[in-house]
């Protein structure tokens, strides 16, 4: 024995084990350790098993632990905890299936003969009962990741869906996570289970990283399921299932959340649906669901590129425009998400389109389809000839005289100064009419000078009280900015206009959004504070989507000390001012308290592609 080893108090361990050089032993005694480990009752199990975690997160694909054993040793000691309650109670054996059930989700990561391997290990019925809930919450968390990533692979698939209870429980878990963990952990401060509290805050920190982390994971839950049922949407078999209205409603409204911004969520899986013909189908027959892709496509949201997928993909379908059974429900998907697709028409890219103007025009110009386009809602037709007659100015304009540019440049130079005129006099209407007629003057090429006017027409729209219309304008302003999707005012104003609409999680990441390109680094503002009316708006909204809003209005709020629920922290404040093209600060915050209380009114891919999204 060597000195280190000499050095263990528990000679013969897992670690002394490792640190021997020699192949031709370590191997052997790692392989026994872990045939050994499942029958013995000795202190101290879970140090090697969390060294075995580390090391699966650390090295997902190194194939030696996986070689001698380690699959078959951890589905043991999972039904070890759930069949022998005197033994899961002793010590730290709490935390073993926790960590049994993590190291298998890590090693069938990346790896497909990890993933064979597993499965012929009999990994699957242990995962299950965990999912089912035999124990916690916390231990259905891994389990339906390490489940997700058995299911993503071809070869192991059949496995999964073998147990037709694995999808059902998946899309329980993906609605109901919130409410599982805020009335088992959140809620009650005082019965909070020690285990849990050490396994989300690591021994760092109190209750309020305990609370801060129990939110991201059970976001995590609710995402790691959606993706397990993604494997499933690409089967026709299992579409019926997935596929119910009830469902989709509730699927579209689930979001990773910041704490989980890797995960493409609801979107992700309602695009694997937007592949097949049936998911395709259950889509556009949900309001709901082609209303948050219209707003999700018109966000700062990450997955933005996913929610327009869908909408040209439910426009393009050929045959829907052809079948007469089916040409009502393409016009209505049309009729719900043309503006929302115009007004992303001018992108230079998003994800996999280059010129969505181009491929929109290609598809919505009916020039032989007379008959057909008649049939749309007025609005639709006018937006229809609306894009025609811009892709003809497009084409018309790359022939004009540059001197005859530059007239039509000043025109629209004109127009918006007497427009910045009316707007400083009150009169609202007459301004956003000047700036119409500015951007129907000034050259498509123009874009610096057309995305102010589109931003300027868009404050004045939240003045008059149109939040739609100012979406639209500022989304525009947003598309045809040099660097996409970073012009500060126009982020501002959408983000005060979807506050008008109540919707918080477009209004919060514009706003974020709004504060890094403003007040951020690397526009050398470091050192700039956060408007106070700003700092606001955001913990207004962090509030509104706190993932456990629903849960705690149907079960009570958090019962701690004091009485009241955990709160974020502050990003900052001030009362500085800020320059605006046309409007001072003192009216942004007019237009954000107007909008305030009209919302207060209203409120009465494949498989393979989900791989790169993995935990």
Known sequence: MDKSDSDCPYPGCFFCLMRDVNPSKRRPSIAKFFKDLPGEDDDGQVIPISGL???????????????????????????????????????????????????????????EDFAERAVSAGVIPALLELLRGRMTWVEQRVAVRALGHLASYDVTFPYIAAYGEILDLSMQLSVDAPEIVYTHFLQ????????????????????????RNAEAWASQLQCWSLQLINCFAFK?????????????????????????????????????????????????????????LCNVSRSSDDWQHMAVDCLVWLIQDVDSRSKASSCFLWKFVLDKALLALIDLAELPTIGEYKRLGNLLVQNLVFKNEVDLSKKFQPRTRSLIKQLEAFHDRV????????????????????????????????????????????????????????VTLHSNRAQCQLLLQNPEAAISDTTRALCIHNPVNRHGKSLWRRSQAYDCLGLAKESLLDAILFVNESFGESEGKGNSKVPRYVDQLIKKQMQAIWLFNEAAAKHGGVQCEGGEREGGGDIGSSSEESEWETASESEDCAAESCCSSQAEERQDHRRREWKNFRW
């Open 53 to 111: 975690w580390n090391s699966a997160m650390a090295q997902p694909s190194n194939a030696e632990f996986v070689d001698l054993g380690v699959f078959e040793c951890m589905a043991a000691l999972i039904w070890k905890g759930l069949t022998n309650r005197r033994w899961l109670a002793h010590d730290q054996n709490i935390f073993i299936p926790y960590y049994a059930a993590h190291i298998i989700g890590s090693y069938t990561m990346v790896v």
């Open 188 to 211: 009650f401060v005082d019965k909070r289970l020690a285990y849990h509290c050490d396994l989300l805050t690591r021994g760092v920190g109190g209750l309020e990283v305990e609370s």
């Open 236 to 292: 026709d078999e299992f579409l019926s299932t997935i596929c119910q209205p009830e469902y989709l409603i509730k699927l579209s409204g689930t979001w990773g959340g910041l704490a989980n911004e890797n995960s493409p969520a609801g979107v992700g899986l309602i695009r694997t649906l937007c592949h097949r013909r049936l998911g395709k189908q259950a889509v556009a027959e949900c309001d709901a669901v082609i209303e948050t």
């Open 395 to 450: 084409r018309m304009e790359k022939n004009l005289p540059k001197e005859d540019v530059q007239i039509r440049l000043a025109a629209a130079l004109v127009s918006k100064l007497e427009g910045n005129a009316y707007f400083s006099a009150g009169d609202i209407q007459g301004a956003a009419t000047k700036y119409t007629e500015a951007l129907a003057l000034c050259p498509i090429k123009a874009k610096k000078e057309r």
